[in-house]
């Protein structure tokens, strides 16, 4: 009993050292330690490593958590982050944003090291919404171009923002075929009229329909090819 009360003692076995490990960009080693200060750990036998990685699990940036204990005093965490893709409806939840496995979380966006597309869609269609930007983002980065923005509506229709500001309204079907059509398209259209352009509506089965801004007056012209 007596061996047994000690084990079980934090003041005569204590955890005295953390270490925190992983790839961290997003969460420190403080605000682990901060985290674990919220409650007792125990001894280096009563502490139950199981709910320690949950506590961790539960802070904002981290995906996943392992823990181990070393002998005599170290307690050995390993921090896997979040691998933040881009915003989520951000209109909607300014702080949700989906990871690269096309899990929501939410978390302070202020500590983002690089710009992040925005993606908008249902709820439910997550994954087509991730699936539709990759698409779409692979053929125009092969192509100079850049997409900083996706929306999947509830109808499944998808509408593409540039990095030049162009808004592609793409639909429903035939998304890469449409893309084509823009980048084919794309250096006639400059060509045919020395404007920025608003938007080209690519949804039809031959052409396309451009709208230019006139940087005069700021009203929209638009014109069928």
């Known amino acids: ?13 204590p955890l005295k050292r953390l270490v925190v490990q992983g790839e961290l960009t997003y969460v420190t080693a403080t605000e682990v330690r901060t985290e674990l200060q919220g409650a007792e750990l125990g001894s280096f036998f009563s502490a139950d490593v199981d709910e320690i990685r949950q506590r ?30 881009a915003h989520w409806n951000a209109g909607q939840r300014s702080d949700a944003l989906v990871n690269e496995d096309g899990e929501i979380f939410r978390a302070d966006k202020s500590v983002l090291t690089t710009e992040l597309p925005y993606l908008a ?5 997550v994954d087509e919404t991730i699936e539709a930007y990759r698409q779409a983002q692979e053929l125009l980065q092969l192509n100079g171009h ?14 593409v923002i540039l990095a030049s500001g162009i808004e592609l309204r793409l639909g429903r079907e035939g998304l890469l075929e449409r893309m084509q059509r823009f980048i084919d398209l794309y250096p006639r259209i400059v060509e045919h009229k020395q404007q920025p352009i608003e938007s080209i509506d690519l949804r039809y089965d031959t052409g396309v329909a451009v709208r230019w801004l006139n940087s005069e007056n700021d009203n929209k012209q638009t014109n069928k090819k």
Do not use: C
């Open 1 to 13: 009993m007596w061996l047994y009360d000690t084990a079980m003692d934090a003041n005569e076995v």
């Open 56 to 85: 961790i699990e539960a802070m904002a940036w981290v995906r996943r958590a392992s823990v181990r204990k070393e002998w005599p005093d170290i307690l050995q965490v390993y921090v896997v982050e979040q691998r933040p893709l």
């Open 121 to 125: 869609g249902p709820e439910h269609a």
């Open 146 to 159: 850049s997409a900083v923005s996706l929306q999947l509506s509830e109808r499944f229709a998808v509408t």
